[in-house]
C-alpha cells in the first residue's frame, strides 16, 4: 500500500479493532458468513448447467428440473441469509468500535494538559470525534467481510473453471494482467493524493465551524471580512483539489475498468473453439460464462473496497494523533495531602516558546484557610499563576505543593478532589439546572442543591425559568447573562464544599445588587478554606487576609490593603481606577 509507512502504522488495523473486546472473533465469524454467502451464491449456476445439460443430452424430466431449482433456491436464500448475519455482526463489531475509539479520544482529552486541547480547534476535534470516526462504520462494516468474500470468489471461480476445463481457466486470466497494471496505476496516482483529499476536507469542515460559530461577529462586521474569505476559500480549494484528483485518476482508472471485465475476452473464443473441436460441451461453456462473469463483478468490488480500506486507514492514524497527546504525567501510588497550605516555588512559565516566559520566578505561600487575593494589571500573569495549581498545566519551572506533597505526585482526580476551580466562562451542560449545579456533588439531595443556590443568588432568577430547577441549561442558555451563569458555577463551587477554593474573575459579571450579598456568601462558605481570589474589582478583595500584586509574571508586592495603600503605586493606581470608575458610574446613574 504504502511504502512509507512505519510498522506501528502498519498495525493500524488490529489496534481499530482492540478498541472493542471480541471484535476480532466477531469480524472473523462475519468474514466466514459472508464467505459462504458468496459461495453460495454460485450454486444457482452449478445447478443451471446441470440442467442444461440434461436438456442437450435429452433427457431432462419434471423432477430433475424441480430438484434442480429447488436446490438453487435453497442455495439462494443461504446467499441471503448469510449475508444478513454477516452484516449483522459486522455492524455490530463496527459500532462497537466507534465507541470505544470515542470513549478513548474523550479520555485522552480529560487527562491532557489544557494547553494540548486547546492545542486543537473545536472544528476539528468534532471533526474527529464525529465525522472522522464515523467515516470508519461504512468500511468496517461492508469492506471486511465483504472484501474477503470477494477476494475468496474470484479464486474460487478460478478453481471452478479449472475443474471444467484448465484451458478456459487460463484464458480466464488472458486480459487480468492488463486491467491490472492500470488499476495499480490508479491506487498509487490516487492513494498518493488521499491523504491531501483527507486534509482539504478537514481544513474545509474547521473553517466551516469557526464560520458558524462566529457568525455573530461575522454579521455584524461584513462578509466582505477576513472570515468569510478564509470560509469561501477553503471551499474552493477542496473543490479544486477534488477535481484535479479525479482527473489525475480518470484515465488509467477507464482503462482498468475496460480491460478487467475482459475475462470473457478470453474465456469466450477459448470456449466456443473447444466445443467446436468437441472436447468441450455446451453447457460446460454456459457454466464457464456464468463462473467467469462471477469473477468480474467480485474483482470490480475489490476496487472500491480498497478505496475503503484506505480511507479507514487515513482515518484511524489521524484519530490516533488525538490518542497519542501526552497526558499529564501521573504517579503510580496515591499521595493525598491532610493539610491544604498551597506553596509556590520559584514558578517559571510558558505557553510555547515563540511568546516567551510568562511567569519569572513566583514564590508565594497560600496559608491553609486563609483568603489571599491576586491583583495586577490585564495580562500580568494572574490566571497562569492560578491555574497551574489545578494543573490545568505543569509549571514548566519551581513546584507547586499542597500540604507538602508535590502536585504531580497526586492523583489527578484527587487534585480534582480538592481544588474548587471557578473561571470566567463558565460553561453549563445541556441538562436541567439543578444537575449543573449538582455537578460539584453527584450524590447531593435537592435541598442541598436548593441551598447552596439560595446562598449563590441563583435561586431568584431560577424561579423566573419556565420549569425552575429543571429547566434545561441549553434551552435556558440563551436567556441567562454572563452573570447568572457564574453564579450557577459559584453554586456547584459551594456544593463540591472542597477545602482550596480558587475563584479567576469568578464575579466579574455579577451586577452590583448581588454583588455585595455574593460576596457575603462566599465569605461565609469559604471559611476555613484556602482562599485565592483574582479579582478585578478591588473593593471585593479588601478584607483578604494578603493581597498579591502580580504585574509582569512578577510578584511586585504584597500584603494587607492598608499596607499596600501606603507603600505600592501600582496599587495605589489600581485602586483610584476602580474608585474612580464606581464614581464615575455612580455619577452617571444618578444624572439618568
Ligand atoms: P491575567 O489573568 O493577569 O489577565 P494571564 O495569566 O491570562 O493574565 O496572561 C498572562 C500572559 O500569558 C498574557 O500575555 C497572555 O497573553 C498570555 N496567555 C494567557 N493564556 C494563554 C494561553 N492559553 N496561551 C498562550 N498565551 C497565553
Ligand atoms: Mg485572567
Redesign the pocket.
Known amino acids: 500500500m504504502n511504502e512509507e509507512a512505519t510498522t506501528e502504522d502498519k498495525k493500524w488495523f488490529g489496534t481499530l479493532l482492540s478498541y472493542a473486546k471480541g471484535s476480532g472473533g466477531r469480524l472473523g465469524t462475519s468474514v466466514v458468513f459472508s464467505m459462504i454467502s458468496l459461495i453460495s451464491g454460485l450454486i444457482p449456476y452449478y445447478c443451471v448447467y446441470r440442467i442444461l445439460d440434461r436438456y442437450i443430452e435429452g433427457n431432462l424430466d419434471k423432477a430433475f428440473t424441480l430438484n434442480q431449482c429447488l436446490a438453487a433456491l435453497i442455495a439462494y436464500l443461504v446467499k441471503v441469509i448469510c449475508f444478513g448475519i454477516s452484516t449483522g455482526i459486522s455492524h455490530y463489531v463496527a459500532f462497537n468500535v466507534l465507541e470505544g475509539l470515542r470513549l478513548k479520544v474523550a479520555d485522552a482529552f480529560l487527562k491532557a494538559p489544557l494547553?494540548e486541547v486547546?492545542a486543537h480547534s473545536i472544528g476539528e476535534i468534532k471533526g474527529v470525534i464525529i465525522d472522522k470516526i464515523e467515516d470508519i462504520e461504512p468500511p468496517l462494516a461492508h469492506v471486511v467481510p465483504e472484501g474477503a468474500g470477494h477476494i475468496l470468489l474470484p479464486v474460487v471461480c478460478f478453481v471452478a473453471l479449472a475443474i471444467v476445463d484448465i484451458r478456459v481457466a487460463l484464458a480466464s486470466l488472458l486480459a487480468l494482467p492488463l486491467g491490472l497494471i492500470f488499476m495499480m496505476l490508479t491506487f498509487k496516482l490516487s492513494g498518493r493524493n488521499m491523504t491531501k483529499y483527507q486534509e482539504a476536507n478537514a481544513a474545509m469542515s474547521s473553517m466551516i465551524v469557526e464560520y458558524v460559530e462566529g457568525i455573530e461577529v461575522i454579521k455584524a462586521f461584513g462578509k466582505t471580512g477576513v472570515s468569510y474569505e478564509k470560509f469561501a476559500g477553503s471551499i474552493r480549494d477542496y473543490r479544486d483539489f477534488v477535481i484535479e484528483w479525479l482527473k489525475s485518476t480518470w484515465v488509467t482508472m477507464k482503462l482498468a475498468f475496460a480491460f478487467m471485465p475482459a475475462t470473457l475476452l478470453g474465456v469466450v473464443p477459448v470456449s466456443i473453439l473447444l466445443v467446436g473441436k468437441g472436447s468441450m460441451t455446451v453447457s460446460e461453456m454456459a457454466l464457464s460464462v456464468m463462473l467467469a462473469m462471477s469473477m468480474v463483478i467480485s474483482m470490480a468490488k475489490i476496487e472500491v473496497f480498497s478505496n475503503g480500506l484506505r480511507q479507514m486507514q487515513y482515518t484511524v492514524l489521524e484519530v490516533k494523533k488525538f490518542l497519542d497527546i501526552k497526558s499529564l504525567p501521573e504517579p503510580g501510588t496515591e499521595r493525598r495531602p491532610d493539610e491544604y497550605t498551597i506553596e509556590l516555588k520559584n514558578v517559571h512559565f510558558t505557553?510555547?516558546e515563540e511568546?516567551g516566559e510568562?511567569l519569572h520566578g513566583i514564590d508565594l505561600t497560600l496559608n491553609e484557610g486563609s483568603f489571599t487575593a491576586l491583583v495586577?494589571p490585564?495580562?500580568?500573569?494572574?490566571?497562569?499563576?492560578a491555574k497551574p495549581i489545578a494543573r490545568f498545566w505543569d509549571v514548566t519551572g519551581g513546584s507547586i505543593k499542597i500540604g507538602g506533597i508535590d502536585i504531580k505526585d497526586m492523583k489527578v482526580e484527587t487534585l480534582a478532589d480538592i481544588v474548587s476551580f471557578v473561571t470566567q466562562d463558565n460553561f453549563l451542560f445541556s441538562r436541567s439546572i439543578k444537575e449543573n449545579i449538582r455537578l460539584g456533588k453527584p450524590d447531593a439531595t435537592d435541598e442541598e442543591v436548593m441551598r447552596v443556590a439560595r446562598a449563590a443568588c441563583c435561586d431568584e432568577f431560577i424561579s423566573r425559568l419556565p420549569d425552575g430547577y429543571d429547566t434545561s441549561a441549553g434551552e435556558a442558555g440563551k436567556r441567562l447573562s454572563g452573570g447568572e451563569r457564574q453564579r450557577i458555577a459559584i453554586a456547584r463551587m459551594m456544593l463540591k464544599d472542597a477545602p482550596i477554593v480558587i475563584l479567576d474573575e469568578a464575579t466579574a459579571f455579577t451586577d452590583p445588587e448581588n454583588e455585595t450579598k455574593l460576596q457575603e456568601s462566599i465569605a461565609n462558605l469559604t471559611r476555613g478554606k484556602t482562599l485565592l481570589v483574582?479579582a478585578h474589582r478591588l473593593s471585593t478583595i479588601k478584607n483578604a487576609d494578603r493581597i498579591v500584586v502580580?504585574n509582569d509574571?512578577r510578584i511586585e508586592d504584597m500584603g494587607t490593603q492598608d499596607e499596600l495603600m501606603e507603600r505600592s503605586p501600582l496599587y495605589n493606581r489600581m485602586w483610584q481606577a476602580h474608585t474612580g470608575a464606581r464614581s464615575w458610574a455612580a455619577g452617571n446613574l444618578k444624572e439618568a
Open positions: 494547553g486547546y505557553y510555547d511568546q510568562v495586577g490585564s495580562g500580568g500573569g494572574k490566571s497562569t499563576v483574582i502580580l509574571g
